[in-house]
Structure formats: C-alpha cells, structure tokens
C-alpha cells in the first residue's frame, strides 16, 4: 500500500514536472493549473511541495509556485504582475491595476524597485504579505478599465508627486509633463474626466500641466472644480512649470 502510494505520488510528480517545463521562467502557479490533469488536491499538493524541495520550482506563498529563472547575478524575482495577478484581474475582468513605485520606474519617475506592491482598485483591503512582497493598496474612485489604466498610473504619479523616492518634484514634474504631452487628443480629454475624482491638488497639477502644454480648452472643467482661494504646496513647480501661479499651486 505504501509502495503503491509512493509511486502514484512519483507519477503526479512527474506529471506536473513535465507541466512546468512548457511554463514561462516567472510563471506564477497555482494548484489549480493542475487540476485537470492531477486528481486530488492532497496529491497534487505534496508533488509541488516535493518539486519545490528539489529547488524545480519555488514556493512563493501558501498555494502559490513559481518557476524560477536564474542569471549570473542570482536568481531573478518573478514579475511583480505575475505576483498579483489574481488580485488585477478574475475570471477575465480587470479588478485593479499596478501603481506605486514599481510603475514610477516603468515611467522613469525613479530608479527604485523595491517589495512593495501596490494595488489600485474600487475595493480595498488590508496590507499583507505575500513571499518577500508587502501588498498594499490606493482607493481608486474610477471605473478601472484596460483603456483607462495607463491613464490612472499617469494620475496616480501626479498625486503621490512628493513621494516618489530618488526624485525631486521639478523632475517627476517635467517627466509626466512630457508623458501627458505625448497623449492623443483623445486621451488628454480621458485624463481630465478622471482627474475629477483625484484630490484638488492633483487637479491643479493636471491643469498647470495642460496648460504649459497649451491645452486651454481642456483645463477649463479642472479649473471650476477648485476653489480659488485655496493654494497647493509644491516646492519648484513653478520653476519647470510657468503656469503654477495660475492654479495656486506655490
């Protein structure tokens, strides 16, 4: 009976093995991509736990695997999407999307990657850890769609502008100013709709930017959406962005 059970056992193994060959290094699994083919949730647990002691795969969290891809610097972390997949999109909608400091070195806002991740989406939850990755997330009050995500990252750099680390503002500034300038008509128009359910300063920003960019026509709904007495502290915005006396920004 033990013989029998020991070489059923090595049988999954070899089986999922044979799975994870075919699988992109970084692929993030779960038992689930082999269920179809491994009947049994306790044999198919203990083939990945022996497929992970073996150092085949790594085990990232409870449940979670993946295959790891090596280089001469050591063995490369897999993709930060690949980490939080299943918190971004189910069953083929998009629930939420990559912002954060792994984003503003995408953009080149920062040279920095650090072991967070950070999550936009409609529903929130609490920090928790994932692996080595502390999972957090920002309240995003726009429908999160694939058309508006990279529109939402651009915004969401706007809104946490002083924090962003190994940068000035004067140089994220310039930065997503030049990025916003790169946009369609269209998107522009998409990125003010947005906007209106940022904080005022992010608004003020947007349009001090709009404006430097020569895009009047589309500042106007940020402008009445704040109030002119109030001002916004951004140390040096004025230096890049001529505009920012305008929009009170100081």
């Given at each position: 009976m033990v013989i029998a059970s020991s070489l059923l056992l090595m049988k999954h193994t070899e089986t999922i093995k044979n799975i994870i060959d075919r699988l992109p290094?970084?692929?993030?699994?779960?038992?689930?991509?082999?269920i179809e083919k491994v009947k049994g949730k306790e044999a198919l647990t203990k083939a990945l736990n022996r497929l992970a002691a073996s150092g085949?795969?790594?085990?990232?969290s409870k449940g979670k695997y993946y295959k790891p891809e090596p280089s001469p610097?050591?063995?490369?972390?897999?993709?930060?999407?690949q980490v939080v997949k299943d918190?971004?999109?189910?069953?083929?909608?998009?629930?939420?999307?990559?912002?954060?400091?792994?984003?503003?070195?995408?953009?080149?806002l920062t040279t920095q990657v650090?072991?967070?991740?950070?999550?936009?989406r409609n529903e929130t939850r609490g920090i928790f850890k994932r692996g080595k990755y502390t999972i957090s997330f920002v309240k995003q009050k726009n429908s999160i769609t694939k058309e508006n995500i990279p529109l939402l990252q651009l915004l969401d750099g706007l809104r946490f502008i002083k924090k962003i680390p190994d940068s000035?503002?004067?140089k994220s500034c310039i930065i997503l100013r030049n990025l916003i300038a790169d946009l369609s008509e269209k998107e522009r128009a998409r990125l003010v709709r947005l906007a209106m359910k940022y904080q005022?300063?992010?608004?003020?920003?947007?349009?001090?930017i709009l404006s430097g960019c020569g895009q009047e026509e589309l500042t106007t709904k940020l402008k009445k959406s704040l109030n002119p007495l109030t001002t916004y502290t951004l140390p040096g915005v004025s230096?890049?962005?001529?505009?920012?006396?305008?929009?009170n920004i100081k």
């Open positions: 290094k970084g692929y993030i699994f779960t038992c689930d991509d082999f085949k795969i790594v085990k990232l610097f050591g063995e490369l972390p897999p993709d930060q999407y918190l971004l999109e189910k069953g083929g909608k998009v629930q939420g999307y990559l912002t954060g400091l792994s984003i503003y070195n995408r953009l080149g650090g072991s967070t991740i950070q999550i936009g000035s503002i004067q005022p300063s992010t608004r003020a920003l947007l349009g001090t230096e890049v962005l001529p505009a920012a006396a305008r929009w």
